[in-house]
């Protein structure tokens, strides 16, 4: 069974490709460059470097979010439309997951956490694979206060964190018992995107 992942909801798109559960290589594309920019070429040399076309690939998964509003429309869209034309399942993953699982095996809580900017995050709290919280929108220092002491903190929300979601993690997580699967995925954004708070600011300030 082979498995493309695919994350843009970070500042850096990643591509993996997995076969039989086992990661073949995972891609990064340019920093520098916009998503809309570099994720085909991306998805392309991966395939390409291990020797697979896109019509050899069984299963996509990608992260639905919460990051970046225009990276996870990005992803979604382009894995939505690959999956509709190979009429191939998708499996949708949450970024907050992807984090907590990039903190390898531990006993302890773990926290992941996605700056959203003036104070305020993404977060969700895992416990043995079990979610303790669900992904939510929350005010960084009360939310932080709340949580038990030996808590994991992972994400980017302070600068000794500093990890972001990888595609790599996506399959991991795609591959998990009780993941999402279904024939399109739908994009997880936890809050209103800055252009529509704003709009519903004028609105009612008219």
């Given at each position: 069974?082979?498995?493309?992942?695919?994350?843009?909801?970070?500042?850096?798109?990643?591509?993996?490709?997995?076969?039989?559960?086992?990661?073949?290589?995972?891609?990064?594309?340019?920093?520098?460059?916009?998503?809309?920019?570099?994720?085909?070429?991306?998805?392309?040399?991966?395939?390409?470097?291990?020797?697979?076309?896109?019509?050899q690939i069984d299963r996509f998964a990608v992260d639905i979010g919460p990051g970046s509003f225009t990276g996870v429309r990005i992803g979604v869209s382009l894995v939505n439309a690959l999956a509709f034309a190979l009429g191939k399942p998708i499996v949708s993953v949450d970024s907050l997951l992807t984090l907590a699982?990039?903190?390898?095996?531990?006993?302890?809580?773990?926290?992941?956490?996605?700056?959203?900017?003036?104070?305020?995050?993404?977060?969700?709290?895992?416990?043995?694979?079990?979610?303790?919280?669900?992904?939510?929108?929350?005010?960084?220092?009360?939310?932080?206060?709340?949580?038990?002491?030996?808590?994991?903190?992972?994400?980017?929300?302070?600068?000794?964190?500093?990890?972001?979601?990888?595609?790599?993690?996506?399959?991991?997580?795609?591959?998990?018992?009780?993941?999402?699967?279904?024939?399109?995925?739908?994009?997880?954004?936890?809050?209103?995107?800055?252009?529509?708070?704003?709009?519903?600011?004028?609105?009612?300030?008219?």
């Amino acid at each position: 069974m082979m498995l493309l992942a695919l994350d843009t909801t970070a500042a850096t798109a990643t591509a993996a490709l997995f076969r039989d559960e086992t990661l073949v290589a995972e891609r990064e594309a340019d920093a520098d460059k916009k998503h809309a920019e570099t994720v085909l070429p991306l998805i392309d040399t991966l395939l390409e470097e291990n020797g697979v076309t896109i019509a050899q690939i069984d299963r996509f998964a990608v992260d639905i979010g919460p990051g970046s509003f225009t990276g996870v429309r990005i992803g979604v869209s382009l894995v939505n439309a690959l999956a509709f034309a190979l009429g191939k399942p998708i499996v949708s993953v949450d970024s907050l997951l992807t984090l907590a699982l990039s903190a390898g095996e531990t006993q302890k809580p773990v926290c992941a956490m996605i700056d959203a900017r003036n104070g305020n995050a993404y977060a969700a709290l895992y416990h043995s694979g079990r979610t303790i919280i669900e992904p939510c929108a929350v005010e960084i220092e009360s939310f932080c206060a709340k949580l038990p002491e030996d808590t994991i903190l992972i994400g980017d929300v302070r600068t000794e964190l500093k990890t972001f979601p990888r595609a790599a993690f996506v399959g991991l997580a795609a591959m998990r018992q009780g993941a999402q699967t279904g024939a399109e995925a739908e994009p997880l954004y936890l809050r209103p995107s800055q252009a529509e708070r704003t709009k519903k600011q004028s609105a009612k300030e008219a």
